[in-house]
């Protein structure tokens, strides 16, 4: 039971059991967690309070909720490194995770100005447009939508399956182009109501957008990716060096 006469607040004891659980595997991944009305009677607190732990835990990527079935323990946050120019792909396999995509379109379009400026040509050149739902263990992580010079790759859409192909893996085999670096910007967010509806995220799940221009060795834009991160189930992670 808690304890009522600690200078610990109520919910952030419940928030400590739940989650001492969860570490200890007393609530294994994917299992449902007592509800709101059976944690209130175990606690004797009513389910306001209750209601403040669990949303707390899921805000923090601990638990997710199911409509109409319950709330259940969230598996381990994937974690990317910034330190390499990899593809979601590569990322997936080295984590012994299998990356799949949802290809929601796929074209040939004249840029607009904003994706004519991060690609640094004109409005109206014709760019491949490739979005997709990108997937590990067919769990969706990340809505992404890419631009790529279709001068660069012709025929790359008729050829190739994306829901199951590696786009960077595509352009470096075939297409002899050279991915040497990008210029990668994230930001947080709440997700939005496309992001909610193809990542299967509530109202409040927190979402990282990036957005990335990627170059070739001789300074080139190649694709211009716009994409949103569940980040309850992503992480991005960096090491800094103090430099003398």
């Known amino acids: 039971m808690k304890k009522h006469d600690s200078p610990v607040p109520l919910y952030v004891q419940i928030k400590d059991y739940i989650r001492l659980n969860i570490q200890n595997g007393i609530y294994a991944v994917n299992e449902r967690i007592p509800s709101e009305r059976q944690l209130a009677e175990q606690f004797g607190v009513n389910r306001l309070t209750v209601s403040k732990a669990l949303s707390e835990l899921t805000q923090e990527g601990l638990i997710y909720s199911s409509v109409g079935k319950g709330t259940y323990v969230s598996p381990a946050k994937i974690d990317q490194a910034l330190q390499s120019l990899t593809s979601f792909t590569e990322e997936m ?79 470096r085999k075939e297409y002899h182009l050279r991915l040497t670096h990008a210029h990668q910007a994230i930001e947080a967010h709440t997700a939005g109501e496309d992001e909610r509806e193809v990542l299967d995220a509530g109202p409040c799940t927190p979402i990282l957008r990036i957005t990335r221009v990627t170059y070739n060795d001789n300074e080139q834009p190649i694709e211009y990716v716009r994409s949103s991160y569940r980040g309850d189930r992503y992480k991005f992670y960096t090491v800094l060096r103090q430099i003398d």
């Open 93 to 171: 396999t080295s984590r012994g995770k299998k990356a799949s995509s949802s290809v929601l379109y796929s074209g040939v379009e004249p840029a607009n100005e904003e994706v004519a400026k991060a690609l640094s040509i004109l409005p109206g050149v014709e760019v491949v447009v490739l979005h997709r739902v990108r997937m590990a263990d067919s769990m969706p992580i990340a809505l992404e939508k890419s631009h790529i010079l279709y001068a660069l790759c012709p025929g790359i859409l008729e050829n190739h399956d994306f829901s199951r192909e590696s786009l960077y893996n595509v352009l």
